[in-house]
């Protein structure tokens, strides 16, 4: 359940009437007490997200929105708490998509990327997809990219973050910013239909530290650069490099300048290692890394968020709802080699963070950590890939991924034990916390 902020207080009174005849689904709170000013989460099982075994019966005290302790459930519960039964469930913090497209509406992602709807529907589309991705389990997201000239991201973000809807957190790099025909520029436009495009074009180093300053002034968190060709845009050659190695010079520069983090949007081979070796701080895809990617990626710290679950889409589910067929043949051609050369850098060690691109309905941002199992990471891996590696790319490590005494209290509960059975992150989420506030887990 998502509730707008007005509905706190009803919220709060129906804390009190939840599965009062219990049911089913463990996960789910049962609440007793009134009026808190604290909460107690009695857990069944507890994934810290530091990657250490699993610890049973423990209790996680909440105060003034962050986890005040956690301790066994012998221990008293405050007496102003109100304690939540979670004790079928398993407790972990809450997951982190790094890659996300809030502004495309599920099934519509070229009618949306051509600029087919306004800037405020699309903010509204956004803030749809970002309480459903909340109310699945992510209460953080980095939105990689909107297809909105208007930066309409920004407003929904700092309307959550002000509290007047209730949200994951949302940081943003607010374009995808593409060179002339590369990427993220509309190429499948006849050449004398003069519009504005709603993205971010630039040519030359001078006009790449021009947008990036426009971005961070209408709000950038982060920079994204279409550093090469991609699956989804028309005509581009994904193996293509996208900008000289001057204009990624100047984008990583711009962008630490400003003590901003840069991330790229890299297929090929030769546009991975060009991009890592110009210092960005992270690569989306990477489909055609090779050996000597991996080992720049190692050297260099950088991090890897592969988004595997999208090409699957886009090749498996694209053609029924009418993707173009030169991107679903060359997401078939990647799909070709893709997990070798995901799985060689899993192996190697690359530091891997869970994003899932979301141009699919959001409700399916989960399916990701499955695929990060598939290619060679343990369960416990892939949660620790969308949770504290997530927030350490986002330099949010202080204060979320993990679930220790003095962090923001970003807690979900899951029916069963995703270590046992990763799929139920996609399946299981009965219960939300974001900073101290349940907004899933409660009947109305």
């Known amino acids: 359940m998502i509730v707008h902020r007005t509905q706190r207080a009803a919220m709060a009174m129906a804390l009190v009437a939840l599965l009062a005849g219990g049911g089913p689904s463990s996960a789910r709170a049962s609440v007793t007490q009134d009026a808190p000013d604290a909460f107690v989460l009695r857990c069944g099982q507890v994934i810290d997200g530091r990657g250490a075994a699993v610890s049973r019966n423990r209790q996680i005290v909440v105060r003034d929105g962050?986890?005040?302790?956690?301790?066994?459930?012998?221990?008293?519960?405050?007496?102003?708490?109100?304690?939540i039964d979670l004790s079928e469930a398993t407790c972990m913090p809450g997951m982190i998509d790094t890659h996300v497209h809030l502004t495309i509406a599920a099934g519509d992602f070229a009618g949306v990327a051509a600029g087919g709807a306004s800037s405020a529907t699309k903010g509204l589309i956004a803030l749809r997809n970002a309480?459903?991705?909340?109310?699945?389990?992510?209460?953080?997201?980095?939105?990689?990219?909107?297809?909105?000239?208007?930066?309409?991201?920004?407003?929904?973000?700092?309307?959550?973050?002000?509290?007047?809807?209730v949200g994951p957190r949302i940081l943003q790099a607010p374009h995808c910013i593409s060179a002339t025909g590369g990427h993220c520029d509309i190429n499948n436009l006849p050449a004398d239909l003069d519009i504005e495009i709603p993205g971010m074009v630039v040519d030359g180093a001078d006009a790449m530290r021009l947008a990036i300053r426009k971005e961070i002034k209408f709000g950038a968190d982060w920079i994204k650069l279409a550093a090469t060709g991609g699956v989804m845009s028309h005509g581009d050659n994904p193996n293509a490099t996208a900008f000289t190695d001057e204009e990624l010079q100047a984008a990583v520069d711009e962008t630490h300048r400003h003590f901003k983090k840069i991330t790229v949007?890299?297929?090929?081979?030769?546009?991975?290692?060009?991009?890592?070796?110009?210092?960005?701080?992270?690569?989306?895809?990477?489909?055609?890394?090779?050996?000597?990617?991996?080992?720049?990626?190692l050297d260099r710290g950088t991090v890897l968020v592969p988004t595997i679950y999208v090409l699957n889409y886009v090749v498996e589910?694209?053609?029924?709802?009418?993707?173009?067929?030169?991107?679903?043949?060359?997401?078939?051609?990647?799909?070709?080699?893709?997990?070798?050369?995901?799985?060689?850098?899993?192996?190697?060690?690359?530091?891997?963070?869970?994003?899932?691109?979301?141009?699919?309905?959001?409700?399916?941002?989960?399916?990701?950590?499955?695929?990060?199992?598939?290619?060679?990471?343990?369960?416990?891996?892939?949660?620790?890939a969308g949770t504290i590696n997530a927030a350490e790319l986002l330099d949010l490590g202080s204060e979320i991924g993990t679930l220790e005494p003095g962090k923001l209290a970003d807690i979900v509960a899951i029916d069963g034990n995703p270590l046992d059975d990763v799929t139920l992150l996609e399946t299981a989420v009965g219960f939300v916390m974001k900073s101290g506030q349940v907004v899933k887990g409660v009947e109305r």
């Open 66 to 83: 962050r986890i005040a302790s956690i301790g066994d459930w012998g221990e008293e519960a405050p007496a102003d708490a109100r304690v």
């Open 131 to 165: 309480q459903t991705m909340l109310d699945n389990g992510f209460t953080t997201v980095r939105s990689t990219g909107e297809f909105d000239r208007y930066y309409s991201l920004s407003n929904v973000r700092d309307a959550i973050k002000a509290g007047m809807f």
């Open 265 to 297: 949007h890299a297929i090929g081979t030769e546009g991975i290692k060009q991009a890592v070796r110009a210092g960005v701080d992270s690569v989306e895809h990477a489909i055609l890394i090779d050996q000597e990617g991996i080992d720049l990626m």
């Open 317 to 384: 589910v694209g053609p029924s709802i009418g993707y173009p067929p030169g991107s679903v043949a060359k997401g078939a051609e990647l799909m070709e080699v893709r997990d070798d050369r995901i799985r060689a850098a899993v192996e190697a060690g690359v530091k891997m963070v869970m994003g899932s691109d979301t141009i699919f309905p959001v409700e399916q941002a989960a399916r990701e950590f499955v695929q990060m199992v598939r290619l060679g990471l343990s369960p416990m891996e892939s949660i620790k």
